[in-house]
């Protein structure tokens, strides 16, 4: 099966008493059980819910990996990896991340005793240099935010492994569209399904995809346990967005090679960031390991102050000042004050994130619409 139709039919299949083509909302806490212990696969929906698993099926089916379990965000997929670590564990992430990811490992895991190494992993001997006796994961984001840069899964997941550590990406800016890392060699993959897959900015949910049975045994008692689990509403509309994943990533990317390229023409623009530019540093490493450059678009202004980011971004009209991404519509943000507004400021300006960074998520409207709306912002 290729990407396309699996978007629709990894993992389905029909309801059997009625045929139903999309699963039911299995709006339900507790199944009934013919004796202790003997059910249908399902006892408490902490656990399992049909729904859910229906969604499970179809992004394992999406990454190529056995198995996926399900989260009620991101981050909550996060915290139920990171909870198969333990004091004295180290960690090696990439110094361009999410920064609810940063504020995760530094605020809630480090006090636990797990301990992070902050790295900018396109520098491969930086990383290599950066493992201890104790090292026991790679935390990888490629396309990086909100710089996007791009790292080598491939190599990394090698170095990862020659050392006895896991290397886990963060798919969440690519969507397994357009990045597979499960074939490259990693061994989870992580979601905010409340971006690409859901796609329309109006769920959070998380996944992880994993053929490692370490890891998925680890989720599932996490999920158990812990208890973050996701609705099955959630869980019906995070599949219903999967099913246009394909045709959604695809005009998106379209939209956004366009807006980069007026973006690089621009007079009162400084730097562009986007993969798909052939001035990008790792423009070759983007197309070797992904089928295409992505809707994340990001860039800095001549004029490099937090004054003239904010005035561009309330002049926009069809994107939208919000957090957030991956959705039909335009989301225009300001990595410095919003989403990466936890990291202290010297540790920002390391990672090279600018005072006028603005981050574009370039949604599936007419490319000329939005083209004339930031020129008229200018
Ligand atoms: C949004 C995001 C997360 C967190 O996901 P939530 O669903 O908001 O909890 C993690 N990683 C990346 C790259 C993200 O963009």
Known sequence: MRFNTKAIHAGQKLEETTGAVMPPIFQTSTYAQEAPNVHQGYDYARVGNPTRTALENMIAGLEGADECACFASG???????????????????????YGGSYRLFTQVFEPFGIKFSFIDMTDLNLVKEAFTDHTKMLWIETPTNPLLRVVDIKALSDIAHDAGALAIVDNTFASPYLQRPLELGADAVLHSATKYLAGHSDVIHGAVASSNEKIMENLRFQIKSGGAVPGPMDCYLVLRGIKTLAVRVERAVSNAKKVAEYLDNHPKVGMVHYPGLSSHPQHELAKKQMDDFGAMVSFSLKDDSMDAANKFMSNTHYFTLAESLGGVESLISHPASMTHGSIPKEVREKAGLKDSLIRLSVGIEDADDLIADLEQAF
């Open 75 to 97: 981050v909550a997929a996060m915290d139920g990896l990171l909870k198969m670590f333990r004091p004295g564990d180290h960690i090696i992430a990439s110094n361009d991340l």
